[in-house]
C-alpha cells in the first residue's frame, strides 16, 4: 500500500492487501456486541431458570399447573395468570388489528403524503406515551365509564346461552380482562400500524399500477396488489404487538382488577403475570419469590415462541412471494 | 447508420385501407403540476393497428400513452388538456369512470410486474374484479389468455407456482396474459421488451402480430427496428429545449405509416433520428 505510482512497482503490484485498523476494529466491535447479546440472554435465562428452582422443586408439575395461587396456604399455580395474559392480550390483538391495518392502508394508499405525515407523527408519538400514564387513564377514567356499560351488556345477554358465560354479570368496578384488553390495544395501536405502514409502503408502484391497469378499483387494487406483498410483514407487526402486549406490566396491572382466576367471563376481574409480578414481587419472600421469578420465565418463554412463529410465518411468505 | 428497412409484410399492410379510428388525440398537452411534459400531441389511432411512439428519452412518448388509459390520474398533479376520443366518446369527460376505462384499455409496464401470487391466480384477477366466479369459466379464461400469450406450453403444468419463480421474458408474457384475459379493445404497451433477451423479445413481437387481428395495440419503444418489424404506424415524437425556463417538453414531430417514417420521413428530424444521425 505504501508503493504507489509506477516507479515504485517493478512487477505487477501485488494482489494482497492488509486491511485497515478500521476493517478490523469495526469486525471486532460487531462480533463483541453480537456475542454480548447472546451471553446476556443465556445469563437471564439461567439465573431466572435457577432462582426459580425452588418454586419447581415444592410445587411440582401439578403445582405449578394449576389455578390455585394462595401465598398463604403456599399454593403457586400459574394458569390464572398465563391465561388472563394471553386473555387480555387476544382481546387487544382483535381490537387493534382491524385499526391499525385500517389506519396504515388510509396513510398509505389514501391520503397524499401531505397530509399522511402530520397523522404519521401523531400516531407515533401515541407510542412513546408512559404505560403508567394509560394504566392510570384507564383505571380513572376509562373503567368507571365502563362500570354502567359492562353492567348494561351484562343484563341484556342474561340468559343467552354462549354470551351469558362471556358477558355476563355481576359488574365489578369497571376492572376486568375486558377493561385490560381495550388499555392495551390502544397501547399496541400505534405500533402496529407504524410496522404495518412501513411494510406496506414497500408495495412497488409498478405492482399497484398493474392492478389499477386491469381496472382495479383502489380497494380491488389493495387486495390484489397491496396485500400478497404485505402479508407477512403485516403478520409479523400483529405478533410484535401481541408480545408488547403480554409483556405490559404497569397499564394491565393497575386496570385488570388483581384476582387470580380462571373464567369465561371477560367482564370479571384478572390477573396477567407482569402485573402479579409488579405488586407482590416486593413483599415476595422464599417459595412465593422463586414462584414469581418462575413467571417471568413463563412469560419470557411464550414470548419467545411467539418471536418464532412470527419469524416462521414471515420467512415463510417471503419464500412463497420469491416463487420456491 | 444506414436506413433500416422496413420488412415487406409491414409496408403491405401499410398500404392497406386504415381500420376504424380508435383514439382521436386533439392538441393534447399533459402536465405534471407545471411542469409541461407533452404539448400539442394531434394523432389517431386506428383499429387492429399496431401502433409504434418513437423518440429520445424524454420526449413524451411514455406520457402519451399513459394518457391514453388515463393511468396518469394516479400521479398526483397530472393534469391533461385538449382532447382525446375513444370510440367516439370523450375519454376525459366528468362522468367517465377510469376504471371503466382500464377495463376497455389494458397495459403492459417496461418491468414485468406480476402480482405475487400463483401464475393461475395472476391471470384471473382481471376477470375476477369483473365479477366472474365460477371455476370453469376462469379455467376456459386462464387456458385462452395463456395460449394466446403462447405460454400455456411452458406453464400448464405448474399454473400453481408463484408468478414470480418464471424467467422475465416468462413473466412479461404472463403480463401480456394478465390484460388479454379482460379481453381489453386496446392494449397499451410501454417498452415491453427493454428488460428482455433477443428471444424473449422476439417471441412477444411474433404475439403483437398474432393478436393484433382482435386487439389495438400501441407500443412504445426505443428500439427502432422493433418498431419497423411490428408496427403499421410510427410517431416520432422529440423533445423541444425552453432556453428561459431550461425545461424540456415533448413534441410528436411526425406520424405516419411506419414505412413513410423509416423510408421517406417528411421532417428532417425524424430522417436524422431514424438514421442514427441524432437521438
Redesign the interface.
Known sequence: MTQTGPAATAGPSPLTERRGFGDRGFQALALIAGLLVLVVLVLIAVSTAQQSVSWFSTSGLNGIFSTHWDPASNRFGAMAFVYGTVISSVIAIIIAVPISIGVSLLLTQVV?GKIARPIVYVIDLLAVVPSVVWGLWGILVLAPWLQGIYGSISSGVNGIPVLDSLFGGPSTDGSSFFTAGIVLAIMVTPIITSLAREVIATV?A????????????RW?MIR??VW??SQGGVVGAVLVGFGRAMGETMAAALVIGASAQVTSHLFYTGYSIPAVIANQFGEAAGTMRSALIGLGLFLFAITIVINLVARGIVERSAR????? | MAKLEVPETVKDKAAAEPGNPVFDVRDVSTYYGNFKAVKNVSLTIHENEVTAFIGPSGCGKTTVLRTL?R?ND?I?GARVEGDITYRGQSLYAKQVSP??????I??V?Q?A?????SIYDNVA??PR??GIRKKSDLDGIVERSLKQAALWDEVKNRLN??????SGGQQQRL?IA??LA?EPDVVLMDEPCSALDPIATGRIEDLMQEIKSQYTIVIVTHNMQQATRVSDRTAFYSVERNEESDTRTGVLVEYDQTAKIFENPSNPLTGDYVTGRMG
Request: charged share 25%.
Open positions: 397524499p412497488p409498478i405492482d399497484k399500477e398493474g392492478a389499477y391497469a386491469l381496472g382495479a378499483t380491488e390484489g396488489a400478497p406483498h412463497r412471494a420469491r416463487g420456491a | 388509459n393511468m394516479l398526483p376504471t371503466a376505462v382500464r377495463r376497455r389494458g397495459m409496464f418491468k410486474n406480476p402480482f405475487p401470487k384477477y382481471g374484479i369483473n407456482k408463484s408468478a414470480l419463480g418464471m403480463c394478465r390484460t379482460v
